[in-house]
């Protein structure tokens, strides 16, 4: 049974970078899929931030392109975020996810809530 | 605002029928069959329900069912059952390497 596992601080202050690290167990990165990161701000909906196929390529929703890093590391079987400077309208419940294509998610994390506040 | 527009809520009893419409654009919904549905209880991950607009993912029940006309697509619950009651969201494909989401639909179980 795949799961996935997020991790990282909680809480991070404004214009600093918040990082997040998506462990997989169960399955293995290097195989394939597409692995991706998604959030939900508090009381709204749903937001794509991107995804990393297991070969490296990245895809980013083009309003955070510009501070969004994916990464993957197939040696610990896990994959990571990094969204630079943050401010209050990053606060959220982030989650990660596998997609057999990246244009759906198949099997989700059970999210980590990072708040954005000095 | 999300780029993709759903109702905010929708209710039926059990047994009953409920159809959640997600709309978009050309450029979205109606240029590929690239819609897929989740599930969201409180507190709880998404759940996928769909895929590619009509497809059922293993273990998810014939009471969910998808389907697109135009650049509408649309989630049906039939057999409405309390478990049901949740927020359900849409996502597409809008080219360029691009998702898009919906706002999410309140469903309740009268």
């Not at chain 1, 970078?17 to 998506?22: N, Q, R, Y």
């Not at chain 1, 709204?44 to 990464?71: A, D, F």
């Not at chain 2, 039926?12 to 050309?26: A, D, K, L, N, Y």
């Not at chain 2, 039939?78 to 009651?85: N, P, T, V």
Request: hydrophobic share 25%.
């Amino acid at each position: 049974q795949v799961q996935l596992q997020e991790s990282g601080p909680g809480l991070v202050k404004p214009s600093e970078t918040l990082s997040l690290t998506c462990g997989v167990s169960g399955y293995s990165i290097s195989s394939g899929y597409y692995w991706g990161w998604i959030r939900q701000p508090p009381g709204k909906g749903l937001e794509w931030i991107g995804s990393i196929y297991h070969s490296g390529t990245t895809y980013c929703n083009p309003s955070l392109k510009s501070r969004v890093t994916i990464s993957v590391d197939t040696s610990k079987n896990q994959f990571s975020l990094k969204l630079s400077s943050v401010t209050a309208a990053d606060t959220a419940v982030y989650y990660c996810a596998r997609s057999p294509d990246y244009y759906y998610m198949d099997v989700w994390g059970k999210g980590t809530t990072v708040t954005v506040s000095s | 605002q999300s780029a993709l527009t759903q109702p905010p809520s929708a209710s039926g009893s059990p047994g009953q029928s409920v159809t959640i419409s997600c709309t978009g654009t050309s450029s979205d919904v109606g240029g590929y069959n690239y819609v897929s549905w989740y599930r969201e209880h409180p507190g709880k991950a998404p759940k996928l329900m769909i895929y590619e607009v009509n497809k059922r993912p293993s273990g998810v029940p014939d009471r969910f069912s998808g389907s697109k006309s135009g650049n509408t697509a649309s989630l049906t619950v039939s057999g409405l059952q309390a478990e049901d009651e949740a927020d359900y969201y849409c996502i597409s494909y809008a080219g360029s390497n691009n998702l898009v989401f919906g706002g999410g639909t309140k469903v309740t179980v009268l």
